[in-house]
């Protein structure tokens, strides 16, 4: 069953997770409040709020921002129940926080939350100068999104409002092209 709310809008809890300073808040402020933030604030626990409309769906999200700091690990895993698609973010120039996303990011989510999608997200990508080993590319970024089995790998940068819009659509397509559940059968011989 599909629930809406006021103005038949389908609510959506979208969470993001990965390592701190990589960009989530940022990217979660600049793409609600068109506004990309001028200082770094570390997050605990965030909640952004937005509507928008996908392939002819209106959609109320609820973006869930979540910090990445091994400080808050236990309090983290609070924020998961009910998610309808994660975030997986890493930093385009910080490749530890790539890395991360297989041995730290992609296992907890697999842990609490087995069945939600998940959405590759390739923060700062503005900073990426071509050619240069120090940066995660967009075929590491790609071969990672079949590792994970991710829905997709979006690349994006708040501080240039590039693909911000991209992240968020694809989190509500991945939500929608999950499989659903068919009606349970019980067949007594």
Wanted: proline share 5%; aromatic share 8%; net charge positive.
């Amino acid at each position: 069953m599909t629930m809406t709310i006021g103005g038949g809008m389908r609510p959506l809890k979208i969470t993001t997770v990965g390592d701190g300073m990589v960009g989530k808040t940022c990217m979660l402020i600049t793409y609600t409040q068109n506004e990309f933030p001028s200082e770094y604030v570390p997050t605990v626990f965030d909640n952004h709020a937005c509507n928008i409309t996908v392939d002819n769906g209106a959609y109320a999200l609820t973006l869930w921002d979540t910090a990445g700091q091994e400080d808050y690990e236990r309090l983290r895993p609070l924020s998961y129940p009910n998610t309808d698609c994660f975030l997986i973010c890493y930093s385009i120039s910080n490749r530890t926080s790539f890395d991360n996303v297989l041995s730290k990011w992609c296992p907890e989510i697999r842990h609490f939350a087995p069945s939600v999608p998940i959405v590759l997200v390739g923060t700062k990508s503005d900073l990426r100068v071509v050619g240069s080993e120090k940066f995660v590319t967009t075929a590491e970024g790609k071969k990672l999104k079949h590792k994970i089995k991710a829905y997709s790998l979006v690349e994006c940068s708040a501080k240039r409002k590039q693909n911000l819009a991209e992240v968020f659509e694809e989190a509500v397509r991945a939500v929608e092209k999950k499989p659903h559940a068919g009606p349970r059968i019980c067949t007594l011989l």
